[in-house]
C-alpha cells in the first residue's frame, strides 16, 4: 500500500464533492479538516482494515 491515497467524498455541511489525502502510514485517525468548498470544520475518522482497505468517515463537527 502507498502511504498516501486519495479519498473521494462528500462535505456532511454543504454536499459538494472534495478529495482528502489519506496518510496510510497510521492504521487509525481522527482529525479535522476544513471543506475546500464551505470552509467548515470536517471531522474525519481513518481506519485502514485487514485487507488494506481504507474506512473512512465524514462527519459535521456537531454529530453526536
Known sequence: MN???EYDG???YCGEPITLLID???AE??????CEVCCRPIEIEVAIQQDGSLQV????????
Open 57 to 64: 468517515i465524514l462527519k459535521d463537527e456537531n454529530a453526536t
Open 3 to 5: 502511504d498516501w491515497e
Open 29 to 34: 485517525q481522527r482529525y479535522v479538516e476544513d
Open 10 to 12: 462528500f462535505c456532511p
Open 24 to 26: 496510510c502510514s497510521e
